[in-house]
């Protein structure tokens, strides 16, 4: 398996977990021409990364990318049995790539002092407590670890670190720091994180 990737990609770090879980075996490449550029839209239609390519078959955005192998690899399960807990699972996923992780993103152009805008940071960490106080009252520790949950340590590392280098500081709700502990416990999300941190720091870094 080919996953085009790039080393601080939020998203690629996402795929990566349920690979990890899967026990599914990839290499990686960065995309061809570079992140954005022409040569790999020639390759993967919209751009997005992560992509990968199974056995000739290419697919790209992270979410479908992670309910393909679902199906295609079953065991072991990454999605709940039940009907309702299955609904669930997705709009923990969504609810993390729709709402929180655009948030977080938007920090990024202010990383660097030289391009940061005070008033947009605040307003931003703003809306990150807001996500992060909505999903204390969604979150429930009923339901195994599974797809819904491979994007949330990804992110909460990232706030964790932005704080201290951006001035800002985000305390997570109490149900918000439980959760984060239980899903850091699952193995290869614990493989990820000690794989991906050096990758964000080095990233941070070169902002500076
Ligand atoms: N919902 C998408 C979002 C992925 C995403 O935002 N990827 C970024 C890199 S971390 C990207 O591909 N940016 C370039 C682009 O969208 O053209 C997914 O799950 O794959």
Redesign the pocket.
């Known amino acids: 398996m080919l996953l085009y990737a ?1 080393p ?5 770090a ?2 990566r977990i349920v690979l990890r879980a899967k026990g599914l075996e990839w290499r990686e490449e960065r995309p061809p021409g570079g ?2 550029s022409e040569e790999y ?1 020639r390759v993967v239609p ?6 990968l390519v199974e056995d000739g078959f290419l697919l ?7 309910e393909y192998l679902e199906e295609r690899f079953p065991a072991p399960p990454l999605m709940p049995v039940d009907l309702r807990d299955r609904a669930r699972m997705r709009e923990r996923s969504r609810f993390h ?2 709402r929180l ?1 655009p948030a977080v ?1 938007r920090l990024f152009p202010h990383i660097a002092l030289a391009g940061r805008d005070d008033t947009v940071v605040a307003r931003t960490v703003r809306e990150i407590d807001v996500r992060l106080a909505q999903f204390a009252r969604m979150v429930t520790d009923d339901l195994a670890f599974g797809l819904g949950d491979c ?1 949330w340590p990804i992110t909460l590392l990232w706030i964790e670190l932005l704080g201290p280098r951006m001035g800002f500081s985000v305390v997570l709700p109490a149900e918000v720091a439980a959760y984060r502990e239980r899903v850091e416990q699952v193995p290869w999300v614990a493989a990820e994180l000690a794989s991906y941190l050096p990758a964000v720091e080095a990233y941070l870094a070169s902002e500076r």
């Open positions: 790039i601080p990609s939020l998203y690629c996402k795929l992140y954005g839209k919209s751009g997005n990364l992560p992509a790209a955005d992270g979410e479908a990318i992670a790539d729709t992780e993103r994007g």
